[in-house]
């Protein structure tokens, strides 16, 4: 099944601190595609990036930016100057390819807390 | 353009009762998915439709739960009889054509099961 870890479950940043989120995820596959979602307390999931596996350029829109690593696996989140409204559980979503209808088993997600 | 619809988005029911999620999707997507999203845990991919077709629903408890998505457009999700673990929020999502695109959820039914 493809998976992803996220270390971890709860961080608390005071407002205006930048602040990464760390995913690492498994796959046998060599074509696939990563997702952010976050889901603040409202409870509705929101997309936040799509990102090809052939693809390992960082991203960045706004104060969100994305460091995909290939090597290691990994597909961090940083939130620059973070606010109050970041505030939600975010999820890397387990990877997606074309081929392959493996179980999608989502983690517990990273819990942040953006404190005034 | 309109996002994913979902009703009800809450219900309170006793077990043994049963129950039934509708979720219409985004105009023009192919791929629906349900999930179950337990507090605390992330969202747990219950079936996956592409058009009227089933891809995915190794994680549906059949005893209990089915789905259908007839003509390729809305979609129930049915729990009968309800457990009380079935308390949870339930996701429906659409992407354009397979889970390689963007998933776009909608607000979720949340349900109680006393």
């Known amino acids: 099944a493809q998976k992803v870890t996220q270390a971890q479950t709860e961080i608390s940043v005071v407002e205006k601190e930048d602040v990464t989120l760390d995913c690492v995820y498994e796959?046998?596959?060599?074509?696939?595609?990563l997702f952010w979602y976050k889901q603040p307390p409202s409870g509705e999931l929101v997309f936040l990036i799509r990102r090809n596996s052939f693809d390992e350029q960082n991203e960045i829109s706004g104060r969100y930016s994305w460091n995909f690593q290939k090597s290691t696996s990994s597909f961090n989140f940083t939130i620059t100057a973070s606010q109050v409204v970041d505030s939600a559980v975010y999820f890397c979503?387990?990877?997606?390819?074309?081929?392959?209808?493996?179980?999608?088993?989502f983690g517990p997600g990273t819990s942040l807390s953006v404190i005034p | 353009e309109a996002g994913v619809a979902q009703s009800p988005r809450y219900k309170i029911i006793e077990k043994r009762q049963s129950v039934a999620f509708w979720c219409n999707p985004i105009?023009?997507?192919?791929?629906l998915y349900w999930y179950q999203q337990i507090l605390g845990q992330g969202p747990k991919l219950l079936i996956q439709?592409?058009?009227?077709?089933?891809?995915?629903d190794s994680q549906l408890p059949k005893d209990r739960f089915s789905a259908e998505r007839l003509k390729g457009v809305d979609s129930t999700l049915k729990i009968q009889p309800a457990k009380l673990e079935d308390s949870a929020v339930y996701l429906c999502a659409s992407s354009q054509w397979d889970s390689t695109d963007t998933q776009y959820f909608g607000p979720g039914t949340r349900l109680t099961v006393l």
């Open positions: 979503a387990p990877p997606s390819t074309k081929t392959s209808y493996d179980k999608v088993i």
């Open positions: 439709f592409q058009n009227n077709g089933v891809v995915d």
């Open positions: 796959t046998r596959d060599t074509t696939y595609y």
């Open positions: 105009s023009g997507h192919a791929t």
